[in-house]
């Protein structure tokens, strides 16, 4: 049995406002953006009857909002846990367990409102792990690989610095975006050493902000046109390598990313060739690098010269990361909802940077630190062949 192209997203909005919204706790912004894709999709919360959400429980959110959801999904695991959303409600929705499931996300990154305090677990196997070895955060832990991978490869600093360079040539274009002044490879080698290679441009944003989709049967979304053009999902796939980075296979590729792209892939029917439009998980810099090569758009150690020389820069072969990235949009601590909303937003050509003649668009979601990956193929009505 194929889901391919089965149901489809036919809403899809941010929060009014991302980036440093200190008046709006992470619950608001569920509610906000929920309220925002309902309208979008033409629809009100009397049509929903699936709820999804991580890093808040569905049920929260599902009260909050007044409804009575008779399918839920807590998953989380990480920032792509709305990728796999996507994916648990396309085969929900088929096995006839809901009609039209509403996927929301809403985190107080930056301004912490409403939010507990962080705090370290040192019974956790991280705790217990990588922690007494000086580790403090994403920043020390996430780049670990690209280390092995820069002496492997030889990939260079000029290179990583590529990759921030070529997502604020995109992000310029996008009102929204908190980062838009065009940089040079220069200015992100001259910003300030985070955790060694990785510079402060080559680290992501800490920010505020939410965002909603509603996801409901393709044959509804033909039956039920909404307002605005339908995006179909026509390939999905999830997985998992680790618990700790330190624990990865191999420093140098993401076990994750493979397996959970060529999953959607086969099911898409799709080849590599076959993608007009990409979106990479970048918490760091390296993360699109690593995206380009496991997914299959180029060679082992080819990526980081793709990206230098413009190819996923705006007139590049491979769009990619076109709002800007989580170095320049947006980045609320789980990106990956912001990678399908950007993905919608060029399949219904009404994105701020968009790209002419997108058919179909991968977003790739990476959790935790390379822990786990969600594959998402979306495509237009001609793309799925409805």
């Known amino acids: 049995m194929t889901l391919r192209a089965s149901t489809a997203i036919v809403g899809a909005a941010e929060t009014e406002r991302i980036g440093v919204v200190p008046d709006m706790s992470a619950l608001d912004m569920h509610a906000q953006s929920a309220r925002l894709a309902l309208a979008d999709a033409g629809m009100t919360l009397a049509d ?3 709820v999804a959400a991580a890093g808040i429980s569905p049920i ?4 909050y909002l007044g409804i009575t959801p008779n399918y839920i999904d807590a998953t989380s695991i990480g920032g792509c846990s709305f990728l796999v959303h996507v994916r648990h409600a396309a085969a929900a929705i088929s096995a006839g367990l809901a009609d039209v499931i509403l996927i929301t996300h809403g985190e107080s990154g930056r301004s912490r409102t409403g939010a507990p305090p962080r705090a370290a677990d040192p019974a956790s196997p991280q705790g217990q792990f990588e922690a007494p070895y000086g580790t403090l955060g994403p920043p020390t832990l996430f780049p670990i690989g690209v280390l092995r991978y820069m002496k492997r490869y030889g990939l260079t600093h000029e290179q990583l610095a590529s990759v921030a360079v070529a997502q604020r040539r995109w992000s310029c274009r996008v009102p929204r975006a908190m980062f838009r002044d065009l940089i040079t490879v220069d200015d992100v080698l001259a910003s300030r050493m985070v955790s060694y290679p990785m510079h402060l441009l080559e680290c992501c944003l800490v920010t505020d902000g939410g965002g909603a989709l509603v996801v409901t049967s393709a044959a509804r979304a033909k039956a039920v046109p909404g307002p605005k053009p339908a995006v179909y999902v026509l390939g999905t796939g999830e997985a998992a390598e680790t618990p700790l980075v330190s624990m990865m296979e191999d420093f140098t590729t993401s076990k994750a990313f493979a397996v959970s792209a060529s999953r959607a892939f086969a099911e898409a029917g799709i080849k590599a060739s076959d993608v007009d439009h990409l979106m990479v998980y ?11 090569e496991d997914l299959g758009f180029v060679g082992r150690g080819e990526a980081g010269a793709f990206i230098e020389e413009g190819n996923t820069s705006p007139g590049g072969t491979l769009p990619m990361n076109t709002n800007g990235g989580g170095l320049s949009y947006t980045h609320t601590g789980m ?6 909303q950007e993905s919608v937003r060029q399949l219904r050509a009404e994105a ?7 058919q179909t668009s991968v977003a790739q979601g990476v959790g935790g630190m390379f822990m786990s990956a969600g594959t998402l193929v979306l495509g237009t009505e001609a793309a799925a062949g409805i």
């Open 48 to 50: 929903v009857d699936g």
């Open 60 to 63: 929260a959110v599902a009260h």
């Open 282 to 292: 970048d918490a760091f810099a390296h993360l699109p690098i690593y995206g380009l």
């Open 335 to 340: 990106y990956g909802m912001f990678l399908v």
């Open 352 to 358: 701020s940077a968009q790209v002419p003649g997108v």
